[in-house]
């Protein structure tokens, strides 16, 4: 799932996007790793961003732990 989100922010990094999610979970778990894994910004910015908004629980941070194992 995360890698087809990566490929349509990708596609489309020409356009201004509205993504969200009904309790603000996944939105801000797969921008986070959008941010970190394809656009290139450090993981202290992108957690930075990420914390301002939401602070993960623990399943959502092994999922987004996990992806990222699964990208490098």
Request: net charge positive; hydrophobic share 40%.
């Amino acid at each position: 799932m995360s890698k087809t989100f990566f490929q349509v922010m990708e596609t489309n990094t020409n356009k201004k996007l509205f993504v969200h999610c009904v309790a603000n979970k996944r939105v801000s778990a797969f921008i986070y790793l959008y941010r970190r894994l394809c656009a290139g910004i450090s993981d202290a910015e992108a957690q930075k961003k990420l914390h301002e908004i939401w602070t993960p629980d623990p399943i959502w941070q092994k999922f987004m732990e996990q992806t990222i194992d699964d990208c490098n």
